[in-house]
Antibody, heavy 130, light 107 residues
Framework: QEQLQQWGTGLLRPSETLSLTCAVYDGSFSGYYWTWIRQPPGKGLEWIGEINYRGDNQFAGTKYRPSLLSRVTMAADTSKNQFSLSLTSVTAADTAVYYC???????????????????WGKGTTVIVSS | SSELTQDPTVSVALGQTVTITCQGDSLRTYYAGWFQQKPGQAPVLVVYNNNKRPSGIPDRFSGSYSGNTASLTITGTQAEDEADYYCNSRDSSGHHVVFGGGTKLAV
């Protein structure tokens, strides 16, 4: 059973850079959408972005939430089975629990597509405060 | 459209059946996943690919589709099913991922 273990800085001051890493254990890194999601206090889930590796372990691209496009970067180190999130110039609005997750997506063969997030990290609480 | 719409709260009596819905244009192309989240815990996938359950998820959880609406049904609701439920899929372009606003289920 694949597991995701995440870590990173939990307390930041405004304008600093948030950095989180997620390690993939007991599973393949290729063929999935490695995803970051956050949840502000008392609110719903918010997709931040994903980094995609094809089945042959080749980098296939990143996609980011449009509202975060200017501040977010995702990267991966396939030799370590790890992927990371960097979010610059944080403000109090970035205070949230951040989750890493594994996304699965493929065509059904009938014009529809399957997509789901099947494995999640436990979450990292990030607080931005002066 | 890039939105998935859920009812904010739903109530159900113990042992009864409840259906939680998720509506969005992208659901005509992309199947939704359903997640259960209890306070202080990470979300857990309970239904995916229309009506499949991950290992360990009770068979009282099931999914269905009609047009642009995905539904999660809990048959014989238990007290431990009280939680927040989120649907999730890709947007109509396929380039981004969207979540519903969540439904708080009171048992």
């Amino acid at each position: 059973q694949e597991q995701l273990q995440q870590w990173g800085t939990g307390l930041l001051r405004p304008s600093e850079t948030l950095s989180l890493t997620c390690a993939v254990y007991d599973g393949s890194f290729s063929g999935y959408y490695w995803t970051w999601i956050r949840q502000p206090p008392g609110k719903g889930l918010e997709w931040i972005g994903e980094i995609n590796y094809r089945g042959d372990n080749q980098f296939a691209g990143t996609k980011y939430r449009p509202s975060l496009l200017s501040r977010v970067t995702m990267a991966a180190d396939t030799s370590k089975n790890q992927f990371s999130l960097s979010l610059t110039s944080v403000t109090a609005a970035d205070t949230a629990v951040y989750y890493c997750a594994r996304g699965v997506g493929y065509s059904s063969g009938w014009g529809n597509y399957y997509y789901y997030l099947d494995v999640w990290g436990k979450g990292t609480t990030v607080i931005v405060s002066s | 459209s890039s939105e998935l719409t859920q009812d904010p709260t739903v109530s159900v009596a113990l042992g009864q059946t409840v259906t939680i819905t998720c509506q969005g244009d992208s659901l005509r192309t992309y199947y939704a996943g359903w997640f259960q989240q209890k306070p202080g815990q990470a979300p857990v996938l309970v239904v995916y690919n229309n009506n499949k359950r991950p290992s360990g998820i009770p068979d009282r959880f099931s999914g269905s589709y009609s047009g642009n609406t995905a539904s999660l049904t809990i048959t014989g609701t238990q007290a431990e099913d009280e939680a927040d439920y989120y649907c999730n899929s890709r947007d109509s372009s396929g380039h981004h991922v969207v979540f519903g606003g969540g439904t708080k289920l009171a048992v």
